[in-house]
Nanobody, 123 residues
């Protein structure tokens, strides 16, 4: 069974850091594109970052470039998102997802999703 489990969210003050983790099971994460997305109340799901070993893909949304870093731990079948310099506008539920079409920030191209982890940044 393909499964993704997100973790690492929490409450942090503006300027702080968090590291989100995505644990994959039932498949090899390195064979797929793994993306991080976020959704705040009343907004559409937004692509944040993506990593893909198959096509050496690495993508970031403009809003997080220079602050967020995505990385993979193939030995543990996990992908992490290190978030530095957090801002109140980063507050959202963050989801990891697995896609089969290479690295992309469009949610419709990702077929398997984690349950989400809440990130709240206070001002």
């Amino acid at each position: 069974e393909v499964q993704l489990v997100d973790s690492g969210g929490g409450l942090v003050q503006a300027g702080g850091s968090l590291r989100l983790s995505c644990a994959a099971s039932g498949f090899t994460a390195a064979d797929y594109a793994i993306g991080w997305f976020r959704q705040a109340p009343g907004t559409e799901r937004e692509g944040v970052s993506c990593i893909s070993a198959s096509d050496s893909g690495l993508m970031y949304a403009d809003s997080v470039k220079g602050r967020f870093t995505i990385s993979s731990d193939n030995a543990k079948n996990m992908v992490h998102l290190k978030m530095n310099g957090l801002k109140p506008e980063d507050t959202a539920v963050y989801y990891c997802a697995a896609g089969y079409s290479g690295c992309d920030l469009r949610a419709l191209l990702f077929g398997s999703w984690g349950q989400g982890t809440q990130v709240t940044v206070s001002s």
